[in-house]
T-cell receptor
Framework: KNEVEQSPQNLTAQEGEFITINCSYS?????LHWLQQHPGGGIVSLFM???GKKKHGRLIATINIQEKHSSLHITASHPRDSAVYIC?????????FGTGTRLQVFP | NAGVMQNPRHLVRRRGQEARLRCSPM?????VYWYRQLPEEGLKFMVY????????ESGMPKERFSAEFPKEGPSILRIQQVVRGDSAAYFC?????????????FGQGTRLTVV
C-alpha cells in the first residue's frame, strides 16, 4: 500500500463544475503540498498546508491532521485547469508523492 | 530572482553513454533534492544534498548513479552507462533549509531519453 494515496486517478469535468481531489496518507508529516504539473511541463507548487484551510483564487486546500486526509477543490473549473494534480507529504526532510490525479476540463 | 534552473531540458543518450543533469537552485537556497518520474509513474525521491554534503541518498540506485553539490556551481546528477530503464523526467527542487515545512520550488525538469 502506498504511503500517499490519491483519488480519483482520472477526472473529467465540464467547464464550470466544482472539482474535488482527495489525498490520504499513512505516515507522520510536517506539511502537505499540492502540486500541479502540465503535460511535458514543470511542477508548480499550489499550496503547502500543516493545518486548516488555504485559498488562492479558485483553488481551496484543506487538511485534517487527525484523519490524515487532505482535499483540493477547484471552483468554477476551466479548461486551463487541465493538468495532473499531485499530493506530496513532508516526511523526514524529503517528499513522498501520490501518483497524481489527471484532470481534464472540457469547454 | 530566477527560479530553480535545470539543464538541459531534454537529453538523448545512447545506451552505455553518460548523462549529466544540472540544477542551479534558487538564490539563497543551499538545499537541493533530486526526484525521478518514470513514465506513467509518480515522482520518487532520489537524493538530498546540501553544499558539499550528501544528506540522504536512500532513493538513489546503488550503481551508476551519483550526485554532488559543490561549493561553487550547480548540483550535478550523473548517470553512468545509461540503460533504457533510466529514461525518465528528473526534477530538482531547492529550499533555503531542510524540506520539512518548507515550500517546494521545482525546476522544469530534464527529460532523459535513452535510445
Amino acid at each position: 500500500k502506498n504511503e500517499v494515496e490519491q483519488s480519483p486517478q482520472n477526472l473529467t469535468a465540464q467547464e464550470g463544475e466544482f472539482i474535488t481531489i482527495n489525498c490520504s496518507y499513512s505516515v507522520g508529516i510536517s506539511a502537505l503540498h499540492w502540486l500541479q504539473q502540465h503535460p511535458g511541463g514543470g511542477i508548480v507548487s499550489l499550496f503547502m498546508l500543516s493545518s486548516g484551510k488555504k485559498k488562492h483564487g479558485r483553488l481551496i486546500a484543506t487538511i485534517n491532521i487527525q484523519e490524515k486526509h487532505s482535499s483540493l477543490h477547484i471552483t468554477a473549473s476551466h479548461p486551463r485547469d487541465s493538468a495532473v494534480y499531485i499530493c506530496a507529504v513532508d516526511n523526514t526532510d524529503k517528499l513522498i508523492f501520490g501518483t497524481g490525479t489527471r484532470l481534464q476540463v472540457f469547454p | 530572482n530566477a527560479g530553480v534552473m535545470q539543464n538541459p531540458r531534454h537529453l538523448v543518450r545512447r545506451r552505455g553513454q553518460e548523462a549529466r543533469l544540472r540544477c542551479s537552485p534558487m538564490k539563497g537556497h543551499s538545499h537541493v533534492y533530486w526526484y525521478r518520474q518514470l513514465p506513467e509513474e509518480g515522482l520518487k525521491f532520489m537524493v538530498y544534498l546540501q553544499k558539499e554534503n550528501i544528506i540522504d541518498e536512500s532513493g538513489m540506485p546503488k550503481e551508476r548513479f551519483s550526485a554532488e553539490f559543490p561549493k561553487e556551481g550547480p548540483s550535478i546528477l550523473r548517470i553512468q552507462q545509461v540503460v533504457r530503464g533510466d529514461s525518465a523526467a528528473y526534477f530538482c527542487a531547492s529550499s533555503p533549509r531542510g524540506q520539512g515545512g518548507t515550500e517546494a520550488f521545482f525546476g522544469q525538469g530534464t527529460r532523459l531519453t535513452v535510445v
